[in-house]
């Protein structure tokens, strides 16, 4: 079935209209020969990289079928469309989860891969796409492409920001868990200093590492929370997300005396310097999937995600003085989240992560204001060789992106020619 | 997990609810699937997803429309304590009101087929004298509403007669009879519309059908909250009614 209609990315910051085909069934994957199309998972990438204004965008959340599953090797073949949400409600009561999640479950196979998402045990485990021994690859010529691990297809496409075809189906290789528990432990920090020593102790021994900062506090300080696979406990999947936001919030929910609070609650949350805790997997990877569609708490206007990489060559610098800015700017959210990733080379041509210090945080559309802080911190960014996530960008430059990915000289032939993305459209405008 | 086997037989098993009841059943049970549709290999892609899941499934390509099948007989050699008639269509109304052809073929997906299938899983329960005939309706039966009223009319005949039925087999205490009544979901069918605050994921509505079966309810609107949307909806007086574009 095919219709036009308007889709939004996560960040909501402008409706794109867009005739929709949704096929339901393998049979159903066909590709409309003379269009311009883009794969779309649950559209849960924060920017544009999801979007294909006036375009045909392929929405394959209905083609979410499991093919087949062996309970000896934990290999899954499964539908592209199949949320990470439904692969661990089957998985998990078998004993096993996948290799890597991001901060949410509400996103598809398929576009975990064409993004090659990272999660928090990224140091020890690398990307999605470290763990995809194969998959289908449809193409706008009808040509059905087998790619396997270690052919140019298949490292294009990893990353490769649903460019160069349709993932019909993927095999995706899953990890053993002893249960369906993380023990825990948060430690508070003040300072990148503390957090870098942190981070570099717990790299061996714990196998999730992530970091919440405050960045409106004048040093960054903030809890450090490093988890591994409880040995012991039920293998119970996670319930269903609760309650939703179904409309717009006003704008002033958001000013930053109530960031300022909030940010300074959730460090005193915990009063002494170091907890420990047992959670489930659902609260501890996945913090935001209890309420359905929290973007909207960003109002009408919408939001952005500005997340970058800065290597590790670069040590601490950039990042503090990427903190400062952003602290001086007085605009970020709640929370920022920051990690360091690990030494694991993705296959992805385009895969974003790079040994070093990677920070995520939100800020609401400011308009020009916005702007002008994403230029400034573009520019630490630039300087020291990092680069930002294609995933969660809505405005970052050409120049920046091509001067950032050295592979993407080999990636362009591999671009399907009847595909493209309004993400692809900036990158590539004259 | 119980130890003996959960026997279901599904009408218009492609159906994505169906799909999503299916699942939930698999987590729940060792279950037997009997797949009833129209295309082989769709089926053969359900199967396989129930398979993976632990279940065994035999899959059965039938033309629910035809009137020369008997549906008894396809429903031989298992006690179920399922079935479940799932299948429907939503038809664009301008369309089918202007074209015979077309709306005789919307009301015998909607409404003849189902009752003749229903009729005759009947017979069948009655005969086990257990197990639950599940039917698919929609909340567009419970009023007509301008918009919709085709369809509307389809369900709500089949309610009634679903009704009907209950009260033929209430002297078996252990046959349910349960009609479910989905409100916008969001599947293949409906993709082409902008997702509201009212729609509700396949895969919500089709675990509300199964706890609905397993409590044995006569009726159940998936999500629950839709009873009251819909009972509002009823009670709305005719003269405010139909200024709304409902
Ligand atoms: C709360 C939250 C937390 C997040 N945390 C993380 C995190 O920790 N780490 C991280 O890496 N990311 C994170 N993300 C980003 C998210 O994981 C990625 O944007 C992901 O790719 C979204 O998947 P999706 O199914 O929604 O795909 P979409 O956003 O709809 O699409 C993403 C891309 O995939 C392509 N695509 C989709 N399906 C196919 C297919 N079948 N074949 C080919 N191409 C396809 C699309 O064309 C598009 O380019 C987070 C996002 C949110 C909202």
């Known amino acids: 079935m095919s219709s036009q209609r308007n889709i939004y990315s996560w960040g909501r910051l402008s409706p794109s209209p867009c005739e929709v085909i949704a096929p339901a069934w393998q049979d159903e994957c066909q590709l409309p020969g003379e269009k311009t199309i883009l794969p779309f998972g649950l559209g849960r990438s924060y920017g544009d990289s999801c979007l294909l204004t006036e375009g045909t965008i392929i929405d394959t959340s209905h083609l979410n079928r499991i093919i087949s599953f062996d309970e000896e090797t934990g290999l899954l073949r499964a539908d592209a469309g199949i949320s990470l949400d439904a692969i661990m409600n089957f998985s998990v009561p078998r004993g096993w989860f996948l290799p890597t999640t991001p901060g949410t ?8 891969i064409a ?26 010529d009808g040509q059905r492409h087998l790619c396997e691990a270690g052919s140019p297809l298949h490292s294009a496409t990893i990353g490769g920001l649903g460019l160069t075809g349709l993932m019909t189906w993927i095999d995706i290789q899953m990890v053993r868990i002893p249960s369906a528990f993380i023990d825990v432990e948060e430690i508070k920090f003040n300072g990148l200093d503390e957090f870098l020593q942190i981070s570099s102790e717990s790299g061996e021994t714990w196998e999730h590492t992530v970091a919440w900062i405050d960045c409106l506090a004048p040093k960054c300080r903030g809890i450090f929370i490093r988890g591994n696979w409880a040995k012991y406990g039920d293998l119970v999947p996670h319930q269903a997300a609760g309650a939703a936001v179904p409309i717009d919030f006003p704008e002033i929910a958001l000013n930053k005396l109530a960031l300022k609070a909030f940010n300074t609650l959730y460090y005193h949350r915990l009063f002494q310097k170091q907890s420990r805790s047992r959670q489930h997997y659902s ?5 935001l999937d209890a309420v359905q569609g929290w973007s909207r708490i960003y109002g009408k206007r919408g939001f952005f995600q500005y997340q970058c990489v800065t290597p590790t060559e670069a040590g601490t610098e950039p990042m503090e003085e990427i903190l400062r800015i952003i602290r001086e700017a007085g605009q970020g959210s709640f929370l920022a989240v920051l990690k360091t990733f690990g030494e694991i080379p993705s296959p992805g041509m385009l895969s974003f992560p790079r040994p070093g210090l990677t920070l995520a945080l939100d800020f ?8 002008e802080l994403f230029d400034k911190l573009d520019a630490v960014v630039r300087d020291c060789d990092g680069r930002l996530y294609p995933a969660k960008d809505a405005r970052m430059s050409r120049e920046d992106f091509v001067s950032s990915n050295p592979r993407l000289e080999d990636f362009i032939p591999h671009i399907d020619p009847n595909f493209s993305s309004d993400f692809w459209k900036r990158m590539t405008a004259a | 997990m119980s130890d003996s086997t959960f026997n279901v037989a599904v009408f218009g098993a492609t159906s994505s609810i169906a799909s ?7 987590g729940e049970h060792t279950a037997h699937f009997r797949l009833f549709g129209r295309n082989a290999d769709r089926l053969g892609a359900v199967a396989s997803d129930l398979d993976a899941r632990g279940a065994s499934s035999e899959i059965r390509e039938v033309d629910l429309l035809s009137s020369d099948v008997d549906w008894s007989a396809q429903l031989e050699g298992k006690n179920w304590d399922v079935i479940y008639i799932a299948h429907g269509s939503l038809p664009d109304q301008e369309v089918t009101l202007n074209d015979s052809k077309k709306l005789e073929l919307e009301m015998a997906i909607n409404f003849v087929s189902p009752v003749q299938i229903a009729s005759a899983c009947a017979s069948v329960l009655e005969r086990q004298k257990r197990g639950t005939l599940a039917i698919i309706g929609s909340v567009a039966g419970d009023r007509g509403r301008q918009s919709n009223f085709l369809y509307g009319a389809a369900k709500s005949g089949l309610e009634t007669f679903a009704d009907g039925l209950r009260h033929r087999l209430f002297h078996l205490p252990d046959v349910k009879v349960t009609f479910l009544k989905p409100g916008m979901t969001d599947t293949p069918m409906t993709a082409g519309m902008e997702k509201g605050a009212l729609f509700s994921s396949a895969a919500k509505v089709g675990r509300d059908a199964w706890t609905a079966i397993k409590r044995g309810r006569s009726t ?8 009251m949307v819909m009972t509002i909806i009823r009670l709305v007086p005719a003269p405010v009614f139909y200024r709304t574009k409902l």
């Open chain 1, 115 to 140: 993004n090659d998402v990272h999660g928090k045990n990224h140091h020890r485990a690398g990307c999605m796409g470290n763990h995809v021994p194969r998959f289908e690859l449809l193409r706008s």
């Open chain 1, 283 to 287: 609260p501890f990877f996945h913090p």
């Open chain 2, 220 to 227: 159940a609107y998936l999500p629950g909250w839709w009873w």
């Open chain 2, 20 to 26: 999503e009841t299916m699942r939930a059943i698999a």
């Open chain 1, 364 to 371: 609401p559309n400011r308009g020009a204001r916005s702007h």
């Open chain 1, 105 to 112: 479950r509400q996103v598809t196979l398929g576009g975990a």
